[in-house]
């Protein structure tokens, strides 16, 4: 089965000390951090935007890779301290795209 994918490898934090709570907060958080940098982006705050759009896009990625980094961090917790098989998961996950008509394996 062929699928086009973007892979990314983001760390383990080794200087935190994350549980399940704090990393869906934290997900909350950087979520909405992206969500005020695409708000930015459409002049939604009423502020002056002094960055220009190729500016605000590579924000926008910034932020997306928080959220990124911190869903990566919550998967080791629940590896961790909830003995789930992310790559299981995952597997579960791609079967699913597939049923809803998401993905079209070749
Ligand atoms: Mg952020």
């Not at 934090?13 to 992206?34: D, F, V, Y």
């Not at 960055?51 to 990625?61: G, L, N, P, Y």
Request: aromatic share 4%.
């Amino acid at each position: 089965m062929k699928m086009n994918t973007k892979t990314i490898s983001l760390p383990r934090l080794n200087n935190l000390h994350p549980s399940l709570e704090s990393t869906a907060l934290k997900l909350m958080e950087e979520a909405g951090e992206l969500g005020a940098t695409i708000g930015k982006f459409r002049g939604l705050s009423g502020e002056k935007v002094e960055m220009d759009k190729h500016q605000v896009a590579e924000a926008i990625s910034a932020e997306l890779l928080d959220v990124a980094q911190t869903a990566v961090t919550m998967m080791f917790v629940l590896e961790e301290q909830f003995q789930i098989d992310v790559d299981q998961v995952l597997t579960r996950h791609v079967e699913k795209l597939v049923q809803k008509g998401y993905l079209k394996l070749d």
